[in-house]
T-cell receptor, first 113, second 111 residues
Framework: AQSVTQPDIHITVSEGASLELRCNYS??????LFWYVQSPGQGLQLLLK??????LVQGIKGFEAEFKRSQSSFNLRKPSVHWSDAAEYFC???????????FGAGTRLTVKP | NAGVTQTPKFQVLKTGQSMTLQCAQD?????MYWYRQDPGMGLRLIYY???????DKGEVPNGYNVSRLNKREFSLRLESAAPSQTSVYFC??????????FGSGTRLTVV
């Protein structure tokens, strides 16, 4: 069955530390991949997306993600976390020409001072 | 520069009542979507509309109906609300399924 998995429900990091949020997908073909961020009480904002080409993609707010086909993964990274990064992060996938975007369950990020 | 606008932002319904959630986008996107968000479950697709005049079921359509009124507007209707429909509802739009733009959500409580 097609699925998107974010193994970590909640992650806590110290401000200034590096961050990696994991995402794995299970699809028959390589889907289009996305990361979204949601602040409390807000909608979802697109951080970055991967369609094809260079497997390391840069996004907004200093985030990047690396697509690894062999591992069916699309992990989100940031070298130095800021307190304002505290939010919930969602990985999402959609197949080309398919309107059914599927989301992972989300990872809540807490940033310690 | 409004993007996707949802109304209302908050709503409390009694079991069995009906209501319609409104969504409008000003980006001339062909595709529009309704999702619900529940704790620990991410977002799940209720219905989508790939173009004006078409609608299709998503992952969790039971208890809902939709109308694509025109290219801009896509409404979600609950005919007889149930407590299980307590959730946060998000409307989104996109062009060719790439990078959805989301509204700010409607928080619905059914008592």
């Amino acid at each position: 069955a097609q699925s998107v998995t974010q193994p970590d429900i909640h992650i806590t990091v110290s401000e200034g530390a590096s961050l990696e949020l994991r995402c794995n997908y299970s699809y028959g073909a390589t889907p289009y991949l996305f990361w979204y961020v949601q602040s409390p009480g807000q909608g979802l904002q697109l951080l970055l997306k991967y369609f094809s080409g260079d497997t390391l993609v840069q996004g907004i707010k200093g985030f990047e993600a690396e697509f690894k086909r062999s591992q069916s993964s699309f992990n989100l990274r940031k070298p130095s976390v800021h307190w304002s990064d505290a939010a919930e992060y969602f990985c999402a996938v959609v197949l080309y020409n398919n309107n059914d975007m599927r989301f992972g369950a989300g990872t809540r990020l807490t940033v310690k001072p | 520069n409004a993007g996707v606008t949802q109304t209302p932002k908050f709503q409390v319904l009694k079991t069995g009542q009906s209501m319609t959630l409104q969504c409008a986008q000003d980006m001339n996107h062909n595709s529009m979507y309704w999702y619900r968000q529940d704790p620990g479950m991410g977002l799940r697709l209720i219905y989508y509309s790939a173009s004006e005049g078409t609608t299709d079921k998503g992952e969790v359509p039971n208890g809902y109906n939709v109308s694509r009124l025109n290219k801009r507007e896509f409404s979600l209707r609950l005919e007889s609300a149930a407590p299980s429909q307590t959730s946060v509802y998000f409307c989104a739009s996109s062009e060719a399924g790439y990078g959805y733009t989301f509204g700010s959500g409607t928080r619905l409580t059914v008592v």
